[in-house]
């Protein structure tokens, strides 16, 4: 499965950005995926999640309650809602998803995206 992420960019701290990961294929029978970030010296870090057959997110408590993940399997694409973005939040953001056919409901998967720069002002 091939992943294109887009929507990041550059703004003010307390504004909102919205992040798409579209995918090749069908992601109907995908049970896990993800939003992970990079920050520059950082290591890669995991922020928000879809996991199981119930699609149980889970989130990084430095966004919880800000971010927020969400899927569209008619469009095969995968969001990440970014509201109130801090400066902290400057990072590379992937998409990354597991195989298809309910194989795996962890992360990180074999698939990622190509990632989408994130710039917070403050």
């Known amino acids: 499965v091939l992943l294109v992420e887009s929507g990041g960019g550059l703004v003010q701290a307390g504004q909102s950005l919205t992040l798409s990961c579209a995918a090749s294929a069908s992601i109907v029978t995908i049970s896990a995926m993800g939003w992970y970030r990079q920050a520059p010296g950082k290591q890669l870090e995991l922020v928000a999640s879809?996991?199981?057959?119930?699609?149980?997110?889970h989130y990084a408590d430095s966004v919880k309650g800000r971010f927020a993940i969400s899927r569209d399997n008619a469009k095969n694409t995968i969001y990440l809602q970014m509201n109130n973005l801090r400066p902290e939040d400057t990072a590379v953001y992937f998409c990354n998803v597991g195989p298809r056919g309910f194989q795996s409901s962890t992360l990180p998967g074999p698939n990622w995206g190509q990632g989408t720069q994130v710039t917070v002002s403050s």
């Open positions: 879809l996991t199981g057959r119930d699609d149980t997110t």
